[in-house]
Nanobody, 121 residues
Framework: QVQLVESGGGLVQAGGSLRLSCAASGRTFRSTVMGWFRQAPGKEREFVAS????????FYADSVKGRFTTSTDNAKNTVYLQMNSLKPEDTAVYYC??????????????WGQGTQVTVSS
């Protein structure tokens, strides 16, 4: 079992930046891939970005490419999502998750509490 705690959300103006953190604890040795998802009201959960703990592989949704960057601090068991040039359509609850593979990450039904990101016009 991996425990995940998201933080760093808040209210920001369009064009601004936020950095989200996801602190992981527990059985992280089996969680090769860390990822970010978001869910806006009335919409399905959407994949945002993923990264391997090794740092060797990252993936981004087309909607955030060039604006968001995910990274890890292995010593702190923490993954970050740096969000720049934020748009109102980025408004959502952001969740992190962990899994042995990217496919498993996408299919996972276990999530942290999430952190709210609100981008104003």
């Amino acid at each position: 079992q991996v425990q995940l705690v998201e933080s760093g959300g808040g209210l920001v103006q369009a064009g601004g930046s936020l950095r989200l953190s996801c602190a992981a604890s527990g059985r992280t040795f089996r969680s090769t891939v860390m990822g970010w998802f978001r869910q806006a009201p009335g919409k399905e959960r959407e994949f945002v970005a993923s990264i391997s703990w090794s740092g060797g592989s990252t993936f981004y949704a087309d909607s955030v490419k060039g604006r968001f960057t995910t990274s890890t601090d292995n010593a702190k068991n923490t993954v970050y999502l740096q969000m720049n040039s934020l748009k109102p359509e980025d408004t959502a609850v952001y969740y992190c998750n962990a899994a042995p593979t990217l496919v498993a990450l996408i299919k996972s039904n276990h999530w942290g509490q999430g952190t709210q990101v609100t981008v104003s016009s």
